[in-house]
């Protein structure tokens, strides 16, 4: 007759051996997995944030350097470096425009004094 209350405890012990093993193996490669996927994650996300920040300022830099008409409101837009320019352009003659003035004045007042003085 065989006897049951014999147990194989070196099969048992072979089993969970080998299973703690698996575990502990899973575990390892479930952490690299991860760790590395995260460091690409990062990477990933920072390129595509530089590269959606450069497609940016490149859509923002050909509307500040082009001609056109807005056609929501018709307003006219030149390039940046004209507008300065015109800007620039504009202030000098103003700035020369209130120099002729201000010496007609001059003129004038010196005018005014020598015929007071002669009379």
Same mark, same amino acid.
């Given at each position: 007759?065989?006897? +049951?209350? /014999?147990?194989? *405890?070196?099969?048992? #012990?072979?089993?969970?051996? &080998?299973?703690? $093993?698996? =575990?502990?193996?899973?575990? $390892?490669?479930?952490?690299? $997995? +991860? #760790?590395?996927?995260?460091?690409?994650? &990062?990477?990933?996300?920072?390129?595509?944030?530089?590269?959606?920040?450069?497609?940016?300022?490149?859509?923002?830099? !050909?509307?500040? *350097?082009? +001609?056109?008409? /807005?056609?929501?409101?018709?307003? &006219?837009? &030149?390039?940046? /470096?004209?507008?300065?320019? $015109?800007?620039?352009? @504009?202030? *000098?003659?103003?700035?020369?425009?209130?120099? @002729?003035? !201000?010496?007609?004045?001059?003129?004038?007042?010196? =005018?005014?004094?020598?015929?007071?003085?002669?009379?």
């Amino acid at each position: 007759m065989a006897h +049951y209350d /014999d147990l194989n *405890t070196k099969r048992i #012990f072979a089993i969970g051996a &080998i299973s703690v $093993l698996v =575990t502990v193996m899973t575990a $390892l490669a479930v952490q690299v $997995l +991860y #760790f590395a996927m995260a460091k690409w994650q &990062i990477e990933s996300m920072s390129d595509n944030q530089y590269r959606r920040q450069n497609q940016f300022n490149a859509e923002q830099e !050909a509307q500040i *350097t082009a +001609y056109g008409v /807005d056609e929501m409101n018709g307003n &006219i837009t &030149i390039p940046i /470096d004209k507008a300065i320019e $015109l800007v620039v352009q @504009n202030s *000098t003659s103003d700035d020369k425009a209130e120099d @002729n003035a !201000a010496n007609k004045n001059a003129v004038e007042e010196n =005018t005014n004094d020598k015929s007071e003085d002669e009379a």
